[in-house]
């Protein structure tokens, strides 16, 4: 089992920059597919980007394609999101997910997936 815990949220102006970051407890940390998904005021919680074990395989949704990337420092038991070229729709709170895979390189884009959740934190971008 495996426990999440978010951070770096905040308020940025639209143009900058903020990096995620999600440190897991447990010493499996890299048997877990990773991901960050995020759910904004009367929405669906959408996929944003998500990361293999190892970090070989990464998916990322269309609408941050470019922007932003997702990264794992599995020796830090931590999962990282740099979040660039930021705009006032990426508002939302953001998660960080994980799903116990092994060795399974897929990376599941749908949250039904995953099994274990953190406890979001907030990224506001005003115009």
């Known amino acids: 089992q495996v426990q999440l815990v978010e951070s770096g949220g905040g308020l940025v102006q639209a143009g900058g920059s903020l990096r995620l970051s999600c440190a897991a407890s447990?010493?499996?940390?890299?048997?877990?597919?990773m991901a960050w998904f995020r759910q904004a005021p009367g929405k669906e919680r959408e996929f944003v980007a998500g990361?293999?074990?190892?970090?070989?395989?990464?998916n990322t949704a269309d609408s941050v394609k470019g922007r932003f990337t997702i990264s794992r420092d599995n020796a830090k038991n931590t999962l990282y999101l740099q979040m660039n070229s930021l705009k006032p729709e990426d508002t939302a709170v953001y998660y960080c997910?994980?799903?116990?895979?092994?060795?399974?390189?897929?990376?599941?884009?749908?949250?039904?997936?995953?099994?274990?959740w953190g406890q979001g934190t907030q990224v506001t971008v005003s115009s």
């Open positions: 997910a994980g799903r116990l895979v092994g060795t399974a390189s897929w990376v599941p884009v749908a949250s039904q997936y995953y099994d274990y």
């Open positions: 447990g010493r499996t940390f890299s048997s877990y597919t």
């Open positions: 990361i293999s074990w190892g970090g070989s395989r990464t």
